[in-house]
């Protein structure tokens, strides 16, 4: 117990320090965009044609004469207390935008990441029991497919099938909008439909959501695919796979329940890479499916010139994927205890 406590605060260390590394390139990277106190007052200025001397305030105000350092110091602050800064076109507090679109992509990201880590853990393991056959070279030339081809065509390609051609689910939208909303407890469309106990309103989320999950997971799908073959096959050659078809196992048994579990290990730090992929591609998948997430936030962000909420994005989206490695992380060390050594 000990020892995991020690490998638990190891690993709380370095997400810490690597998030306040991640906040410090965004920090360096708006100071090389505007490197004087006036063009950084201009960047957080409501009033793009603020005079002189409201920018001089501004820069004032926001300590932007400060030394460099002690600008750092008080932007790392800000951020890890939750202030984004003052969003420029609603001039409300970024974190409270933040909070309102975040639980939407959240909610369809989750689901595109858990949609494709099952579909890769089982083609990945079918391709490693049939390895050198048609089947193997079927899921690797699908895999390739999905995997090297940019995501928006794989969007686009899936809106065409599903929505214009079998008008099987909708197009675009989070749901239905001649239902009425839930009343907003969570955040979370599909959680806010349940606890309020519209069904007609969480079928809708769900039939919306499945479109913009199916192309996060057939575009991530791949990664996982390829790396369970590779640990399947290794698994395969094993003695101890060999002897449980001695004992006279069936084949499905001896490939799901004992080779497939041995070589979950490694493929459980690449679920937070997963999440990393899908939460990148949730930007176009939600420009293109109207889905009216983080992603949609942010494409609005660039067009509007909005500096403010486009940073402020980035630095929610950058925690998020350094959160979602330290869980993995924490999970290989349960799953394998060598690793609280490391």
């Not at 090389?32 to 006036?38: L, S």
């Not at 689901?111 to 089947?135: C, E, H, K, P």
């Not at 990664?223 to 004992?247: E, I, N, P």
Request: charged share 10%; hydrophobic share 55%; aromatic share 10%.
């Amino acid at each position: 117990m000990a020892g995991f406590v020690a490998f638990l605060i190891r690993r709380v260390a370095n997400a810490f320090v690597t998030i306040v590394l991640m906040i410090f390139l965004v920090f360096i990277l708006v100071h090389v965009v505007a490197p004087t106190p006036i063009d950084m007052a201009k960047l957080v200025s409501p009033n793009p044609r603020a005079s002189m001397q409201d920018l001089e305030n501004i820069a004032r105000d926001h300590g932007f004469y400060e030394p460099i350092y002690i600008q750092f110091v008080h932007y790392v602050e800000q951020v890890l207390t939750g202030n984004l800064g003052t969003d420029l076109q609603q001039g409300v507090p970024e974190v409270d935008l933040i909070a309102q679109y975040l639980p939407i992509s959240f909610e369809m990201v989750l689901a595109g990441s858990i949609l494709a880590v099952l579909v890769g853990l089982y083609t990945g393991a079918v391709s490693a029991s049939n390895r050198g056959g048609a089947t193997d070279y079927a899921v690797k030339g699908l895999y390739l497919v999905t995997w090297a081809a940019p995501i928006f065509v794989v969007a686009v390609i899936v809106q065409l099938v599903f929505a214009f051609w079998l008008k099987l689910l909708p197009a675009s939208g989070i749901a239905n909008p001649l239902l009425a909303t839930p009343t907003r407890v969570t955040g979370f469309p599909l959680l806010d439909g349940i606890i309020a106990g519209d069904w007609a309103y969480s079928w809708s989320v769900v039939q919306h959501m499945i479109l913009p999950a199916l192309t996060l997971g057939l575009a991530s799908f791949g990664v996982v695919t390829r790396l369970t073959r590779a640990t399947m096959v290794d698994a395969l050659d094993k003695d101890y796979v060999k002897l449980a078809y001695m004992k006279g196992l069936p084949k499905r048994k001896v490939v799901y329940g004992t080779a497939l579990r041995n070589a979950m290990i490694p493929i459980v730090t690449l679920i937070a890479l997963i999440f990393g992929t899908a939460v990148g591609g949730a930007v176009v998948i939600e420009e293109l499916f109207n889905y009216r997430g983080l992603g949609y936030f942010a494409v609005a962000s660039v067009y509007n010139l909005n500096y403010v909420a486009i940073l402020a994005i980035t630095i929610v989206l950058g925690i998020s994927v350094i959160v979602a490695n330290f869980i993995a992380d924490v999970l290989y060390g349960v799953i394998d205890p060598r690793v609280r050594l490391s």
